[in-house]
């Protein structure tokens, strides 16, 4: 990923950020913040999701980047 997006953007967007689960088709990744998620989903959603589907060997068409909570922050009210 960082030969495609440049090492640049890929230290400022891809920095902590965590794959961690799928579900069918959609892969789920957290990072850090909503505008750090926003622009790599918009703007790498598709090149996360050919990666992705040649490392796990299936088919990932959709990639959901969202914003990673800090552990204990959860305001469930």
């Not at 953007?9 to 990072?31: P, Q, S």
């Not at 088919?59 to 909570?69: G, S």
């Amino acid at each position: 990923m960082a030969e495609l997006v440049g090492a640049g953007t890929f230290d400022r967007l891809f920095a902590g950020v965590e794959f961690r689960e799928t579900d069918g088709d959609i892969l789920f990744a957290y990072a850090q913040g909503d505008e750090r998620a926003d622009e790599m989903e918009e703007d790498f959603g598709l090149y996360i999701s050919i990666v992705a589907t040649d490392i796990l060997q299936r088919d990932i068409e959709v990639v959901m980047v969202l914003p990673r909570v800090p552990r204990g922050h959860l305001d469930l009210q």
